[in-house]
């Protein structure tokens, strides 16, 4: 049997500095090398210390007085914070199971990050991966899983095609547990632990000293909805906090049960995922995919257009540059979106996710160039970025508080999942705030467990 690679508790990712000094410095020597397993311990929003990594955007951009803070996920190894979600997925399943490398391969079933999340923990703890995804993702993507050793399973479709993926999941992993081990992001739990416990901390930390201190709304569009488990954190703290979840326009399933194609990857994967607490989530909003594109590209592109245009310092217009994908930018608008429909000022702080960074998207660029003819030029870009960021609409928002809401949702879930083996009464107990607490209470049983199964840590 070969040895379980150590990796850290949920404690130590959420507070790197519960690690002794020496391994915090071998794990940031390590991001030298992405392939050394030491880059385990990097696995936080700190960068091992005690910082978050975070972006305050500038109001020449955003056009609102709230203060807009975005937490960078980019510099997570793999370059994506959903190599969190993955890790503690696999790291429970050791401590619970006994599991060890050589025993199963891995699946990650995904429309990227969290697949190229699964490829990277499988290789530095030594289990084959496999990664179930649709088939018109940006090639960059199907790249880096091929870079970190990860095998291909492909779907038809889009991001918006992700019912697929589960189905092929379900039909050939799930149905082998003697040979797979599945990540299953969508639905297993360790995914909500780490961003109500990890995330929702480092949200929190990342408003200290900016405005009034408190977060009076977190947004961020689901893709898993485990990132909206920080909200559970945030509302445990300051009660009137908003939770927004975004939605593309073309595929609004939460909004109205539409089911169309997009371009947001990473999001609107047209269900309710089981581990998303809806009943903790205040405001559902529509973004349009376009904009989402044609953001990344002005900040991508257009620096001096930021800068002669708009007014943005020439200092934060080039911090910018490629810190941001789709997704990113969705959130972004999202979080301009809710502080004009929320009337926020200068004392208030909305915080919100960049789950990757540009290096997963130069496709997607191309992509856009194609539809517009081009690559845009500086007047095309300033009208992009006053229609995407200063011009951001109030409208398509739903009050979820709103009677009957957050019913319809949970049976949007429960007709879903239902299909793939949790019974109703399963589901239904996903209605109290009782059920979330009580699987979050269950870190106190698995970090023990986690430090018993590793032992000594690392040679340094």
Partial sequence: MKPIISGPTYAEMRDPLLLPAALRQAANNARQDETNPLNLFNINWKKT?????????????????????VLSGR??????????????TLAEAEARTQLRPGDKAVVGPSTGNFGIGTAYIGLLKGYPAIVVMPDNMSQERYERIRNYEG??????????????????????????????????QFELLPNYRFHRHVTGEAV????????NSQVAAF??????????????AIKARWADSKIVALEPRQCSTLFNGGQGQHRIEGIGDKMVTLIH???????????????????????????????????????????????????????????????KYLGLGPDDNIVTIATDSYDRYPSVSQALYARNGGQP???????????????????EVIDLSIAGQHERLQKMKQDLWTNFGYTSDYIHQMASQDFWNGEYAKIKEVDPLIEQMRGALPAL
């Fill in 151 to 184: 095998s291909l399973d492909l779907t038809p479709g889009t991001e918006s095609d992700v019912i697929l993926t589960l189905e092929r999941t379900h039909k050939v992993y799930v149905a082998q547990p003697e040979k797979y081990v599945v990540l299953a």
């Fill in 277 to 339: 607490n809806v009943y903790n989530t205040d405001l559902l909003m529509l973004i349009n995919d376009e904009e989402t594109v044609r953001g990344m590209e002005v900040i991508q592109a257009g620096a001096d257009v930021l800068i002669d245009r708009l007014g943005v310092s020439g200092a934060v217009a080039h911090q910018l540059i490629g810190k941001f994908g789709p997704s990113c930018i969705c959130n972004i608008v999202g979080a301009i979106k809710t502080a």
């Fill in 49 to 69: 210390g005690d910082q978050v990594d975070t972006i305050v955007l500038p109001k020449e951009l955003t056009g609102v007085q709230a203060n807009i803070i």
């Fill in 377 to 395: 030029n500086a007047d095309q870009l300033e009208l992009w970025a006053k229609s995407v960021f200063l011009g951001a609409s109030l409208g």
């Fill in 219 to 232: 947004v961020s569009a689901p893709g898993s909805a485990g990132t909206l488990a920080a909200g559970d």
């Fill in 75 to 88: 510099n997570f190894p793999g370059g994506s914070m959903k190599v969190g979600p993955a890790y503690v």
């Fill in 204 to 211: 929190m930390r990342a408003a200290q000293g900016i405005g």
